[in-house]
């Protein structure tokens, strides 16, 4: 850091700070104490508030081990790294370079394995609490929170442990525990409320969904219909058109303003919902079935391909390899790859990461522009992907 910052009133410096996007911040955070101290501060994303400089962050949450806890990553933009003859090598840590480089659209490079420093990175974000390596846990983001409560291990743990972390501090805190111990909680969020739905249930179906309104800080239960209606096992929730789908052995929808239950009928859209990743954006269903990206026509009740995407590199299907999210209207695609080669390179694989920019031409075409599209991060391949979300703030 050059003498020059010091003479930069905190005030400015904030004011700056606050009008460049969130990608930049984890870099920033390693020029100096005072940048990093800046960053992580409420005044900071008060300020970004009042310019309306608030935007989508894009989290994943890997394990690299059974017995090593979870990790949480952010992604940003890489570091220019600036060469000079006695630097040859400089590393992030130093004062050779610089956080802002021109914006390259990456779209006929994702055909083939990325061999250069890509523009985007996951960059490890520590918190101040970490949850058990041994706990299964599931997450959701409502506005600049996200939201985590405990599972099980190995199939005997039942909690009411419920907390948040706040990702403009990273830091996770307490509140209130929900009503009833839970062995397999399924979280979405609705009309900003939380709604957590038991994923194993017993003959009493009373306690299947409890909804958490953040405002007031209060759980309350959803009363619901008989086991017979509602079955004995879920395996995922959806919000869609301000209603909540459940599936599993039995498909049923919950409409909260009218507080009322109906059964949904099996078909493709159930089908492929309940076994592969997908996500809901401007009420439209996206999921991936055999690498491709699909849409779901609610009017024909038929999946249909998104056109446009010639250029993505192939996906994975199975929804523990692939994960979709919301990223403010673009689809967010997060994916493992094996990486190819000999010895050491055979105990790695690669995250990669495209944001889709998604627009509806007409009753039957959803077309598709990838934006951008990287590998990421480099990962031992005995690492698992748990969580993929985006976070507005």
Known sequence: MTNHELYIPDDLLLN???????LYYPILSLVSKRFRSIVTS??????RTLLRRTENCLYVRLRFGSESPPRWFAL???????????????????????????????????RKEVKKSTEYILFSTPTTKNNSSRCRVTCNPIG????????????????KVFVFMDSQSNIWYDAPNMTVARKRPIMSVLDGKLYVVEGCKDSDSSNLIEVFDPKTQIWEHVSCPSTEILGRIVSKTLVMDGRLYVFGDK???YI???????????DMFSSLVTHYSSCVIGNVCYTVLSSLLLWYHSVERSWRFVTGLENLPRLRTRREFVRLVDFGGKLAIVWEKKVSGIGSKK?????????????????QEVYGKVEWCDAV???????????FISIHF
């Open 16 to 22: 700056c700070l606050a009008r460049v996007s969130r």
């Open 76 to 110: 940003c933009r890489r570091p220019t790294r600036i060469h000079t003859p006695t630097t040859p090598n400089p590393n992030p840590n130093s004062r050779w370079f610089s956080c802002f480089s021109s914006h390259r659209n990456l779209t006929n490079h994702a």
């Open 251 to 253: 498909n049923v929808v």
């Open 256 to 266: 909260p303003n009218d507080n009322r239950w109906y059964v949904v009928a099996l």
């Open 347 to 363: 105990e790695k694989k690669t995250i990669w990461c495209a944001v889709i920019a998604l627009e509806r031409r007409n009753a």
């Open 377 to 387: 991060l480099t990962v031992p391949k005995s690492s698992s992907l748990l969580e």
């Open 144 to 159: 600049p929170s996200v939201n985590m409560v405990t599972s099980y291990i190995n199939g005997a743990f039942m909690s």
């Open 42 to 47: 409420i005044e900071l994303y008060q300020t």
